[in-house]
């Protein structure tokens, strides 16, 4: 059975699309599981490039197929502009994309709210993408969610709505003194519903009937380890699980059905909106790495903070997904670094820790015991045999495999599907 999951190990845009992108040529079945819009996955092809944010990258390959799974929430309009996007770019996704009949929609409403509970916290604000996720997140945990399967019945849609919206609005009075107008919001929706019924199916069934068949499934993660709902840097995270267990939740698939784990990171580390950063490099030297790297979010376009490659977070995120191999992305942002650090642990109070702090304002003050290895201030960028690398950059990929007791399967130098290199002999290399 051929199923992996690859999940982002840091706090996300480790280049989980270009991996995946660079993979899904090798899989039947390239799956989301979780996460919604917030995401924004980039993928280079020549000339072009596609910015993904709900349709799982494997679309791009002519012939695999692409399934959004229950745990993901769908925005109906931006799942729509994406497929007219693709479209416009000759994408075909007809036969291709399979939408959970059990995903949750996300309404304008909740992007409203997310905006308006960003304000409220002022500055402990979360620096959320603003796209509704965690409130549509919140609505399915308190059970009043409405889901994909609610489109195909507008009768049943606009009655569950009207009921929703009730409640909806009995908590806005309490909490504002006003209520909203949401009955746009149904219609528009109910509109949006007739451009994506025809995809909507049961996808666990699909899945799991995919795998017994001998087919082959990349999960593709979004976010990153370090926003995951349960083991991130709570309340600096995002809503859904993003660690490999999400994979199996979030899709229908049994954990005994998951073969691997590929784990992506990037050579340094970046992290967007608030919380917790031990790593991260001062401002002279991340706007260094920014403009190198172009770290600007791929959806929101704000500037990433930069810092160092932490592998304190790496050995737990190895810990929590069951990371079996390794994906190293933009190794060539180094090339012109003299010297590299390398964050081996964290003291906290002057001892050394042995765990990842459990609290934000503990994880805020660590300090990060750093290793220094020497730059290789040669060019990697767009190399494809790991023969070429330079020596320095070799030592710097063996010191994280060791301290980790992980392989690297792949070591990505530009962000173009064809600046990989993969290592010979790794178990990544036999999906291929
Ligand atoms: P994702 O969310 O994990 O898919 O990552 P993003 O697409 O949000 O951010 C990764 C960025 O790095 C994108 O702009 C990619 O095109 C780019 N990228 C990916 N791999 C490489 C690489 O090896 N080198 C360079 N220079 N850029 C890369
Ligand atoms: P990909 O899949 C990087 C971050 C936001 C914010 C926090 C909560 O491209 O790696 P949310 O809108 O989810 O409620 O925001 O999570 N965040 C991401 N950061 N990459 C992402 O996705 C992210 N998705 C959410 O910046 O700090
Ligand atoms: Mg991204």
Not at 81 to 106: D, F, P, T
Request: charged share 25%; net charge neutral.
């Amino acid at each position: 059975m051929k199923s992996v999951v690859a999940v982002g190990a840091q706090w996300g845009d480790e280049g989980k699309g270009k991996v995946v992108d660079y993979l899904a040529g090798s899989f039947d079945y390239i799956a989301r599981v979780a996460g919604g819009h917030n995401a924004g996955h980039t993928v280079i092809i020549g000339k072009e490039r596609h910015v993904l944010q709900l349709i799982p990258c494997g679309i791009l390959r002519p012939k695999q197929h692409a399934i959004i799974g229950p745990g993901v929430v769908v925005d109906p309009s931006a799942l729509v502009g994406e497929i007219e996007m693709l479209a416009k770019g000759g994408i075909s996704v007809a036969g291709r994309l399979h939408i959970s009949n059990r995903a949750h929609l996300i309404f304008p409403y909740h992007r409203e709210l997310d905006k308006a509970a960003e304000t409220a916290r002022g500055t402990n604000k979360i620096g959320t993408t603003s796209r509704g996720i965690g409130p549509a997140y919140e609505d399915k945990m308190a059970r009043r969610g409405l889901r994909m399967v609610d489109l195909l019945t507008p009768e049943l849609f606009r009655e569950k709505a009207a009921r929703v919206v009730a409640e909806k609005n009995r908590i806005a009075q309490g909490a504002y003194g006003a209520s909203i107008d949401f009955s746009a919001d149904v219609e528009e929706t109910l509109k949006l519903g007739e451009k994506i019924k025809s995809y909507i199916c049961d996808t666990a069934e699909l899945t799991n009937r995919a795998l017994d068949e001998g087919k082959s499934v990349l999960f593709e993660g979004a976010q990153g380890t370090m926003l995951d709902i349960d083991h991130g840097t709570y309340p600096f995270v995002t809503s859904s699980s993003a660690t490999s267990g999400g994979a199996t939740t979030g899709m229908g698939v049994p954990p005994t059905k998951i073969r691997h784990v590929l784990g992506v990171s990037k050579a340094y580390t970046t992290r967007v909106g608030g919380g917790p950063f031990p790593t991260e490099m001062p401002d002279l030297e991340a706007k260094e790495v920014r403009e190198r790297g172009k770290e600007f979010g791929a959806v929101t376009g704000r500037p990433r903070r930069c810092g160092w490659l932490d592998l304190a977070e790496l050995r737990y995120a190895k810990m929590i997904n069951g990371i079996d191999t390794l994906a190293i992305t933009k190794l060539d942002v180094f090339d012109t670094q003299r010297e590299i650090k390398i964050g081996v642990g964290y003291q906290y109070k002057g001892t050394e820790l042995k765990e990842m702090p459990a609290s934000a304002e503990e994880y805020e003050r660590v300090t990060p015991v750093y290793k220094t290895l020497p730059g290789w201030c040669e060019k990697t960028y767009g190399l494809q045999d790991a023969a070429k690398l330079p020596k320095a950059s070799l030592e710097y990929l063996r010191f994280v495999s060791d301290f980790l007791q992980v392989e690297i399967g792949m070591i990505s130098t530009g962000p173009e599907r064809d600046a990989t290199i993969i290592q010979p002999g790794t178990l990544l290399a036999r999906w291929l």
